[in-house]
């Protein structure tokens, strides 16, 4: 009786029959690791840990009573005081002026604002330094985007 060479399935090291495709055949054999995730998401919980609790600790400095100075207008007012006054762009006065609506105009309302911005900041940084450089390069980026 005449045999025909194995099936790529049935080579040493394949899946056995039905077990579906194998794990992570799409890189040479090996799954993306979870593990630069992990390191972020830890960077970013002791990010949240270091900005949250100290909110307030300190009196307004004057930048941020410039800040609740004009999230205290109404919309048309914020707009034509940061226009006549400010020299940066607007944004932010807009955004800060929504956010002290439910969260208050006082240091951990206005405060939280800039804490969650920059706690977000440490994942976003991950993903632009992983596409812009190493994966090595992405894990040190979130720790110099936290240091703030």
């Known amino acids: 009786m005449l045999r025909t060479p194995p099936s790529p399935s049935q080579t040493v090291g394949a899946a056995p029959a039905g077990a579906g495709p194998a794990t992570g055949s799409r890189l040479g054999g090996h799954r993306p690791s979870l593990a ?5 998401a830890a960077l970013t919980a002791l990010g949240a840990l270091l900005r949250f609790p100290t909110l307030d600790v300190q009196s307004f400095w004057l930048d941020e009573a410039t800040t609740v ?5 109404d919309l048309g007012g914020l707009l034509s005081a940061v ?3 400010e020299v940066t762009p607007p944004l932010y006065y807009l955004v800060a002026w929504a956010w002290a609506v439910p969260f208050g105009a006082g240091e951990v309302g206005l ?3 800039s804490a969650l911005l920059g706690t977000a900041l ?7 330094a992983r596409e812009l450089a190493s ?6 980026e979130p720790a110099a985007a936290d240091g703030g």
Do not use: I, K
Not at 122 to 128: F, G, I, K, N, S
């Open 36 to 40: 630069p995730w992990h390191a972020v």
């Open 69 to 73: 100075r004009l999230v205290g207008f």
């Open 83 to 85: 226009a006549r006054e």
């Open 111 to 113: 405060r939280s604002l």
């Open 122 to 128: 440490v994942p976003v940084a991950y993903l632009v």
């Open 135 to 140: 994966r090595r390069g992405g894990r040190l």
